[in-house]
């Protein structure tokens, strides 16, 4: 019987981890998702040349949004707990990407 509630016990743990990793890399997606809009925002306030420079930072939010939203599902879908930390990395990864891009398309307007 001791056995078993260990399997059972370290069974939950896995989940459980698997369940933070995924909750994190949702977080991560929500995140780029929002730089992506704040990067769109400062394209379609930019004007002139720099306007070409913020949309191309606005898609590069926008593919980096992308990406955090598919580690995110696979984070969610990871049978296991590496796997849904990597998943979760990607995701974070990704939003810090566009985080970057919506920076630069913020900084567009400026030079």
């Given at each position: 019987?001791?056995?078993?509630?260990?399997?059972?016990?370290?069974?939950?743990?896995?989940a459980?981890?698997?369940?933070?990793?995924?909750?994190?890399?949702?977080?991560?997606?929500?995140d780029?998702?929002?730089?992506?809009?704040?990067?769109?925002?400062?394209?379609?306030?930019?004007?002139?040349?720099?306007?070409?420079?913020?949309?191309?930072?606005?898609?590069?939010?926008?593919?980096?949004?992308?990406?955090?939203?598919?580690?995110?599902?696979?984070?969610?879908?990871?049978g296991?707990?590496?796997?849904?930390?990597?998943?979760?990395?990607?995701?974070?990864?990704?939003?810090?990407?566009?985080?970057?891009?919506?920076?630069?398309?913020?900084?567009?307007?400026?030079?």
């Open positions: 019987m001791t056995i078993n509630k260990t399997l059972i016990a370290l069974a939950l743990g896995l459980l981890a698997a369940c933070s990793n995924a909750d994190q890399a949702a977080d991560a997606a929500a780029a998702s929002e730089s992506a809009t704040e990067a769109q925002v400062a394209a379609d306030a930019a004007m002139g040349e720099t306007a070409d420079a913020a949309q191309t930072s606005a898609d590069a939010a926008a593919q980096a949004a992308d990406a955090a939203a598919m580690a995110a599902s696979d984070a969610a879908a990871a296991t707990g590496d796997a849904a930390d990597a998943a979760a990395d990607t995701a974070e990864n990704a939003a810090d990407v566009a985080e970057a891009a919506a920076d630069a398309a913020e900084e567009a307007p400026q030079q």
